[in-house]
């Protein structure tokens, strides 16, 4: 089925403020996103792609997305917040698409600050870019992926490993963005609710972590998320407030 037919009749599924795209092949959506905005598209588009031939993930990573299993996409945001606050869009989408699975029957939970896990293992991944006037947020979603290579078998999952069942990725796509076009609005004045609801998801509470913060490693007991989204390690008695990290791992 190609990209046109399968994603074709969703539009009227989704909020008024947002336009599709489909694409059957692009680099990645992120980067034809940005293309569109360069040329003035607007606040709400959505870039939809069957294969990206150079899907990426955070630190440069390779994000690779099986044709017809996953879903790889891209949302065009120009937020009215300041942009200091536009890294918050990253928590919006995890959580977004944590809910939107909820709905199609697994419990999903949230790997601090951009992962979207669930029985301990990845199904999304979230790659927040930032251009001029506008932000990017690109969402992989391993939907009816059957099985992983063996370098990713331990720690990656999809919805059709975990529930048995395949699942429709334009009704899966619709709710994602559904959720989404709530919560990126969430970043500014109501960010309490949206770190309410993080709170609630966050798989890292209670847990001895490792991470990687932007001045070097730390080690220590995740006490949860602060008010400003920020990620609370305590040691010896004294809690850091991490604002952004790579390579989070849980210990124990
Ligand atoms: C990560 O976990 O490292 C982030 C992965 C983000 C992948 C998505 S797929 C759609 C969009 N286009 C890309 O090239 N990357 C993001």
């Known amino acids: 089925m190609s990209a046109a037919s399968e994603f074709g009749s969703i539009g009227p599924l989704l909020p008024d403020a947002m336009r599709l795209m489909i694409r059957d092949e692009v680099d990645s ?48 945001v120009r937020p009215a917040e300041p942009k200091a606050l536009w890294p918050r869009l990253a928590l919006a ?51 009816n992926v059957a099985g992983f290579p063996e370098d990713l078998v331990a720690t990656a999952t999809s919805l059709l490993l975990e529930t048995g069942e395949a699942a429709s990725r334009s009704d899966v796509l619709a709710e994602v963005l559904r959720r989404l076009d709530l919560r990126r609005h969430q970043i500014g004045a109501d960010f309490s609710r949206l770190v309410d ?8 509470t209670g847990k001895h972590i490792r991470l ?6 730390r080690e220590g007991f995740c006490e949860g998320i602060g008010s400003g989204g920020e990620l ?19 210990l124990d």
């Open 29 to 76: 959506t992120n980067d034809e996103v940005r293309r569109l905005a360069a040329i003035g598209y607007g606040d709400g588009t959505v870039v939809i792609a069957d294969r990206q031939t150079a899907g990426r993930g955070r630190r440069g990573a390779a994000w690779v997305c099986p044709p017809g299993e996953s879903l790889a996409f891209s949302v065009l």
């Open 93 to 143: 989408a995890g959580l977004a698409v944590a809910e939107a699975l909820e709905i199609h029957g697994v419990s999903a939970g949230i790997k601090w600050p951009n992962d979207v896990w669930v029985e301990g293992k990845k199904i999304c991944g979230v790659l927040v870019e930032a251009g001029g006037d506008f932000a990017i947020i690109g969402i992989g979603v391993n939907v």
């Open 232 to 250: 609370l390690v305590s040691r010896d008695g004294v809690v850091e407030r991490i604002l952004q990290a790579d390579e989070v791992r849980i």
């Open 212 to 217: 990687l913060a932007a001045d070097g490693p």
């Open 197 to 204: 609801a993080v709170r609630n998801r966050c798989v890292l």
